[in-house]
């Protein structure tokens, strides 16, 4: 895999100026790529997916390493790893330093400046040196965290965001994470209208056939009433994406956090998927 740092552009917001970095990656074809996003400093629950995965050669990490869960560092170390593909979330800028806090919620604060104070200084700069958006260049793939459109706010979670977006990007194919619901939103190219359907487990998805948007829902906090663990699995031969969940052990997180005294709200919502 080699990548190429390809422009900087900064993008103004009333609060906040976000330097983005995108970048290019060119990688071979037969590859297996393991997808991930939104782990949020549970490493329970990363560890359960990276062992469930199995063989994978790449990891694309759509962002949103830390923020809410009590293990930050040892997900940084455990990712980093892997010489990860990895996208800066809004929460790893925050962390980072790179973005105010005014647009979290009161637990989500509380847990950036609780993370800030753990986690060393190389996973700081690793933080917030992340790409906002990549290009997978030979498999027409983008990756971002939120949208193609506002890579660290936007959340795709309606049809007309997604049809807003589809002006934004090159690529037939766009994995987004940020909303923690696993989802696809698909235009046909022969049609005018962008569905949106929920991603199949266990299914493989044809990633030549439309215009889409696949988010694989999160690692750390998912929330759409399932409390596994979600990922997904790409084939680049086959250009196939598959979704899957793990069981982890959702007490051992909830122990950590109850012991630190986190938000009670946040170590709740775990057991529900919510
Ligand atoms: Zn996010």
Redesign the pocket.
């Known amino acids: 895999m080699t990548e190429k740092k390809l422009h900087r552009t900064g993008q103004e917001k009333p609060d906040r100026i976000i330097l983005q970095i995108n970048i290019i990656i060119f990688m071979g074809s037969n590859m297996h790529i393991l997808v991930i996003s ?1 782990i949020h400093s549970n490493y329970t629950a990363l560890d359960a997916v990276i062992k469930d995965a199995g063989n994978f050669d790449q990891v694309w990490c759509l ?2 390493v830390v ?1 809410y869960g009590p293990e930050p560092d040892e997900c940084i170390r455990r990712l980093r790893e892997f010489a990860p593909v990895c996208l800066a ?3 790893d800028l925050a962390v980072a330093g790179s973005l105010g806090l005014g647009d979290f919620t009161k637990e989500a604060r509380e847990m950036i400046v609780w993370t800030r104070a753990r986690i060393s200084g190389s996973h700081l700069n690793w933080l917030k040196s992340n790409p906002s958006t990549a290009l997978i260049m030979e498999h027409g793939i983008t990756l971002v ?2 949208s193609p459109r506002d890579p ?1 706010w936007e959340y795709i979670s309606a049809r007309e965001v997604a049809k807003d977006n589809l002006g934004f990007i090159d690529t037939p194919v766009c994995l987004n ?2 909303t923690h619901m696993p989802v696809i939103y698909r235009k046909p190219w022969d049609g005018l209208k962008v569905l949106e359907e929920r991603l199949p487990v266990n299914t493989p998805i044809r990633l030549t056939l439309d215009r889409m948007f696949i988010n694989p829902g999160s690692v750390g906090q998912p929330r759409d009433e399932d409390p596994r663990a979600a990922y997904a699995l790409i084939d680049l031969e086959a250009m196939s994406l598959t979704h899957r969940r793990v069981q982890y052990d959702v007490s051992a997180t909830q122990k950590l956090m109850k012991a630190a005294r986190l938000p009670g709200s946040l170590i709740r919502r775990l057991r529900f998927g919510q």
Do not use: E, F, K, R
């Open positions: 939104d962002g949103d923020g979330g809004n929460h965290h939120g660290i994470g940020h």
